[in-house]
C-alpha cells in the first residue's frame, strides 16, 4: 500500500516560500544598509557659546574681583582689576586680610573692594562680575540673615547705590583669571597692592589674552542691575 505524498509536499512548499521571504528582507535590509553607508547624513554643527572674558558696552566699565582664602591661617586676599569697553586695563587693587571667615566672606569682601576701587576711580556706570556663584544668588536672596557674609553684602548694595547704573552678576573661572591673578600678589609681608598706569607683569598675559579675543558685550535684562 503507498501513501499519498501530499502532506509531505505540502510542507516542502511552505518551506520553499518562507525560504524566499527571508531572502527578500535580508535583500532588502543589506541595500538599505549599503544605501546609508554610501549616502551618510550630515550632522549638525553644534556652534559652542563664548566662553571667554567679555568687554562691557561704550559707557561702562567692567570690575573683576576675586576673593582668595587661606584655610590653613584663616586669612585671605581680594583681587579687583577695571577695564573699560575697549578691554583696555584702568586699574588693579590687592588686598591682604590677616583674619577671614571663610571663602565665602572672602569672596564677599573682594566685591565690596571692587566697588570701592571703581568708585574712587569716578566710574559711574559698572559691571561687577564675580566668579563666586553662590554670593549672586545670596546677593539675589531676599533672605540674608542665615549668611555669615550678610553684612558685607548689605554694605555692597549700599555702594550699589553710588553708581548711575549697576550690573552685578556671575562670570565663570576662565573669564576672571586677572583678578584671580591679582589676589595672589598681596601677602602677610606685603598687605596693599595697586596698579593704575599698567597692569601687574604676572597677569598681563590674561590682559592680553583677553583683549585679543574678547566680544562687546551687551546687557541682558534679565542680569541683576541697579
Not at 57 to 75: E, L
Not at 196 to 220: H, T
Request: proline share 4%.
Amino acid at each position: 500500500m503507498h501513501l499519498p505524498n501530499l502532506p509531505v509536499t505540502i510542507q516542502i512548499s511552505s518551506l520553499k516560500i518562507h525560504g524566499c521571504q527571508h531572502a527578500s528582507i535580508w535583500a532588502r535590509d543589506t541595500a538599505t544598509d549599503l544605501w546609508h553607508i554610501l549616502h551618510p547624513q550630515k550632522q549638525p554643527s553644534i556652534q559652542k557659546s563664548y566662553q571667554g572674558w567679555k568687554k562691557p558696552p561704550p559707557s561702562w566699565m567692567k570690575c573683576n574681583v576675586d576673593g582668595a582664602f587661606y584655610d590653613s591661617f584663616h586669612s585671605g586676599a581680594s583681587g579687583a582689576v577695571l577695564r573699560d569697553e575697549n578691554g583696555v586695563f584702568r586699574g588693579a587693587r590687592a588686598i591682604w586680610y590677616a583674619n577671614s571667615l571663610n571663602a565665602l566672606t572672602m569672596e564677599a569682601r573682594a566685591c565690596r573692594d571692587g566697588l570701592i576701587f571703581a568708585r574712587q576711580h569716578g566710574v559711574t556706570r559698572l559691571i561687577l562680575e564675580t566668579d563666586c556663584e553662590a554670593l549672586i544668588k545670596l546677593w539675589n536672596s531676599k533672605d540674608l540673615q542665615r549668611s555669615e557674609a550678610a553684612v558685607i553684602i548689605n554694605e555692597i548694595k549700599e555702594l550699589s547705590f553710588s553708581f548711575n547704573a549697576f550690573v552685578f552678576r556671575f562670570t565663570s573661572r576662565l573669564c576672571n583669571q586677572v583678578a584671580h591673578g591679582c589676589a595672589k600678589l598681596v601677602s602677610a609681608t606685603m598687605t596693599w597692592g595697586e596698579w593704575l598706569l599698567e597692569a601687574p607683569q604676572s597677569v598681563r598675559a590674561y590682559l592680553n589674552n583677553d583683549c585679543n579675543i574678547s566680544p562687546d558685550l551687551g546687557i541682558n535684562q534679565h542680569e541683576t542691575a541697579a
